[in-house]
């Protein structure tokens, strides 16, 4: 009995952390530079606005 509340409230949290999961508010900065021999670099950023990010 306790097992088996174990594992729906398991399965609960991970359905509700997977739905409410959906990055609206993030955005994703890239930046592009160039070091000494030409070589490019790409430099990416993941920001994000939300309150809580699981």
């Known amino acids: 009995m306790v097992i088996s509340g174990i594992v729906i409230s398991t ?3 991970l359905t509700f952390i997977r739905l409410n999961n959906d990055h609206k508010e993030c955005s994703t900065e890239t930046t592009f530079s160039k070091k000494n021999n030409s070589e490019k670099i790409k430099v ?3 920001i994000c606005k939300e309150k809580y990010n699981f």
Do not use: G, P, V
Request: charge should be neutral; hydrophobic fraction near 35%; aromatic fraction near 0%.
């Open 11 to 13: 399965i609960s949290i």
């Open 44 to 46: 990416e950023k993941h």
